[in-house]
């Protein structure tokens, strides 16, 4: 019973995304795509600098053992 907000909204949403999104693509084709590589991009970057951290600050530590 309490989730069917949270479902509504979800769909609701998810239909506004979508069809934002492919407004965007029809419309503004180049900017849409070059933020979209952007984020990729970006996330790529930050997932592997963080791992590369992780691993450094464990290397540190093994160091005091």
Not at 17 to 44: P, R
Not at 47 to 62: E, G, S
Request: net charge positive.
């Amino acid at each position: 019973v309490t989730f069917i907000p949270f479902t509504i909204s979800f769909i609701l949403s998810a239909i506004f995304i979508i069809k934002l999104i492919d407004y965007l693509l029809n419309n503004h084709f180049q900017i849409t795509y070059s933020v979209i590589i952007g984020f990729v991009i970006s996330s790529i970057l930050f997932i592997y600098f963080n791992y590369l951290y992780i691993i450094i600050m464990i290397c540190n530590i093994k160091k005091f053992f």
